[in-house]
């Protein structure tokens, strides 16, 4: 699950009691989804949907501009 946090957070798995982990306000993170949850619920995340829904093959997946792919890989002459 992926979560943008809007304030700070600190999250204490349920499963491990003495580890504490804090989450700043802005970060984007991949969660467990108990803590995404429990940073929804506390008002400090909001949960970012993959690619807002589009199709994939529409998606810039490589940050050119362009739908789809991914840049060439550069040649280097030995």
């Known amino acids: 699950m992926r979560i943008k946090f809007t304030r700070d957070y600190d999250y204490t798995p349920s499963g491990e009691r003495r580890v504490t982990i804090a989450f ?16 929804i619920a506390a008002g400090a995340g909001v949960e970012i949907k993959p690619f807002n829904g589009a199709p994939l093959e ?3 997946h490589d940050g050119d501009g362009r ?12």
């Open 24 to 39: 700043k306000a802005g970060m984007t993170e991949t969660v467990k989804r108990e803590c995404g949850e429990a940073a």
């Open 58 to 60: 529409k998606v810039d």
């Open 67 to 78: 739908p789809g792919g991914s840049r060439p890989k550069v040649k280097v002459d030995q």
